[in-house]
């Protein structure tokens, strides 16, 4: 075991091993991975729906959204594995905006400018494309539950490249990837001190009592990073917030016909996807108001979910998959978004801290994210570019930066 390192990352979350992957692929700096889990998928990541979709508001969102993606849509090579774990499911992500005639056709355009292919679908279109999905564009009554007399008149938006990828095999691999390139990765090591001079950082103290120098350190702990913050002696400035997010599983049977895509369903409030070969719906939350459950401690909170969010988002589904049989079982879990209350972006890079970086406050954003901010990091940590790389510049996040002033503070901001 190599007792000296140049960058020590906390945390084997899907960003932190992203950015050790990114400066292990451009340089020979000796790099180190602490994780408190006994595996990988301890925090968000393990939780993820890792829905991998373009369409942001803001236009260097899309162009991080774009490059985080092409990693994943060319995993063999990102990561330099010839057997990965995990594979892209391209099945699209479709955008049903409900009755705004106008959205999908000013978004397909903009689309374009950012190099993200897309298409525009009428109601014909989509129930061709989609059998199973309702072209309705009339909201549920998701109060009441009074069934309305639905309209079939949407005109949808389908991202082409879009898709999702299995979060925790996806983040094994990046383990083994970056162990190929010589980064350490060491599993129940949790990180309680940080040790800080007036020049900065010099070591970081783990539970088990040992010490390990360090003048670069990296805070990508998730819902824990505000423990790192407070070690550092930093008020990082910003209102990270732990947030308790819920998810549905249920059975999909093969009497609801065709395939599905990755499904974002404005009048519903909700997102769906499939795995398993397309036999099981995975299903959640688009809206703000779901959001909003402070976590006092991410090591311990309510993993179960609510029966209201349940039988809410069920009716949302019912109305966009009619054929949906209304039985099966349905499981639900929680996760947790690390929720930037000031502008639902994350911070990312330098802090006042000499030698303490950070990359935190993703909320539901950050898997696929993660290879594009591996490469922010690592471009600015190194000088240095590499394939896969974004051109977004890392300022966009900076720490010391104002709150972006943007109306949806909601994971579809
Ligand atoms: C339910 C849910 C659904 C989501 N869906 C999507 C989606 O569809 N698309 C998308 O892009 N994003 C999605 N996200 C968001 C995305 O998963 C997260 O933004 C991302 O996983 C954050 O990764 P991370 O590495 O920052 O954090 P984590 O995965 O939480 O990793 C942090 C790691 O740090 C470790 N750690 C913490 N403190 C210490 C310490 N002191 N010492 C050592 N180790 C430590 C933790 O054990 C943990 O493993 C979702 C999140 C949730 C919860």
């Known amino acids: 075991m190599k007792k000296n390192f140049d960058v020590i990352i906390t945390g084997a979350g899907i960003i932190g ?9 451009r340089s020979t700096l000796r790099i180190l991975v602490l994780e408190k889990g006994a595996a990988v998928g301890e925090g968000s990541t393990g939780a993820s729906s890792a829905v991998c979709r373009f369409r942001y508001t803001l236009n260097d969102m899309v162009a991080l ?17 010839k057997q990965p774990a995990a594979q892209f499911q391209n099945d699209g992500v479709l955008w049903i905006p409900g009755d705004d005639r106008n959205w999908a056709d000013a978004e397909h355009a903009r689309m374009a400018e950012l190099n993200v292919a897309t298409e525009v679908l009428d109601a014909a279109e989509q129930k061709e494309r989609f059998p199973a999905l309702s072209t309705c564009t009339v909201a549920p009554d998701l109060v009441t539950g009074e069934p309305h007399d639905c309209v079939s008149a949407s005109r949808s938006l389908l991202e082409l490249d879009g898709g999702h990828i299995d979060p925790a095999a996806a983040a094994q691999d990046l383990v083994d990837a970056c162990r190929a390139r010589g980064v350490e990765v060491r599993f129940r090591a949790r990180v309680s001190e940080i040790e800080t001079s007036d020049s900065g950082i010099r070591a970081v103290l783990l539970e088990d009592g040992s010490r390990i120098p360090a003048q670069l350190l990296i805070n990508a ?13 930093l008020d990082s400035g910003w209102d990270l917030v732990p947030t ?17 895509p990755v499904s974002v369903d404005f009048q519903g409030g909700i997102y769906f996807r499939t795995q398993n070969r397309g036999r099981q719906l995975v299903v959640g939350s688009v809206l703000e108001d779901d959001e909003k459950e402070a976590v006092a401690d991410p090591d311990h909170f309510n993993r179960l979910h609510d029966d209201d969010f349940m039988y809410t988002k069920l009716h949302a589904l019912s109305h966009r998959i009619p ?8 499981r639900g879990y929680c996760g947790l978004y690390t929720v930037n209350r000031d502008d639902i972006h994350p911070i990312v890079g330098k802090t006042a801290v000499d030698g303490f970086w950070v990359a935190n406050g993703f909320s ?7 290879p594009a901010i591996g490469s922010m990091m690592a471009r600015a940590i190194t000088g240095a570019s590499s394939e ?26």
């Open 388 to 413: 896969f790389d974004t051109d977004v510049p890392i300022d966009f996040f900076a720490v010391d930066r104002r709150p972006i002033d943007i109306a949806m503070k909601s994971v579809l901001a």
């Open 244 to 260: 308790r997010i819920q998810v549905l599983y249920l059975d999909c049977p093969e009497s609801v016909p065709g395939n599905i």
């Open 221 to 233: 702990a998730g819902p824990w990073c505000n423990d790192l913050y407070r070690a550092a002696g």
């Open 323 to 330: 054929r949906l049989p209304n039985r099966g079982q349905v």
């Open 65 to 81: 959204a774009r490059d985080g993606i092409h990693a994943y849509r060319h995993w063999n090579e990102f990561t330099g594995l």
């Open 17 to 25: 091993l992203s950015i050790a992957l990114q400066l292990a692929r």
């Open 364 to 370: 539901g954003h950050g898997f696929k994210l993660a």
